[in-house]
Nanobody, 124 residues
């Protein structure tokens, strides 16, 4: 079994920053690609960012240039640094582990384990 625990969410004013963390434990290791998704009220869950075990990273257009995904393989932890936050970034943020051979890092179906989510609220 795999456990993913997100932390770091909260309430911040527009233009502010937050850093989310996702600690992985159980039957997993740093070789997996990891992703962040978010779901705003009344909307579908959407891809935010992904990072491979190496140097590959990918971002949704809506967060490119403002968010940075990184990982500390020694700690089995993935981070999402969020700067210049906007009210439209308000959502529950989830981290997830990409399934080996899924062929996608953008679609939810490509991920096999999910965290419980952490709320990010950006006030205007």
């Amino acid at each position: 079994q795999v456990q993913l625990i997100e932390s770091g969410g909260g309430l911040v004013q527009a233009g502010g920053s937050l850093r989310l963390s996702c600690a992985a434990s159980g039957r997993t290791d740093s070789s997996y690609t990891m992703g962040w998704f978010r779901q705003a009220p009344g909307k579908e869950r959407e891809f935010v960012a992904a990072i491979s075990w190496g140097t590959f990273t990918a971002y949704a257009d809506s967060v490119k240039g403002r968010f940075t995904i990184s990982r500390d393989n020694a700690k089995n932890t993935v981070y999402l640094q969020m700067n210049s936050l906007k009210p439209e970034d308000t959502a529950v943020y989830y981290c997830a582990r990409n399934r080996v051979g899924s062929g996608t890092y953008i679609k939810q179906a490509g991920y096999d384990y999910w965290g419980q989510g952490t709320q990010v609220t950006v006030s205007s």
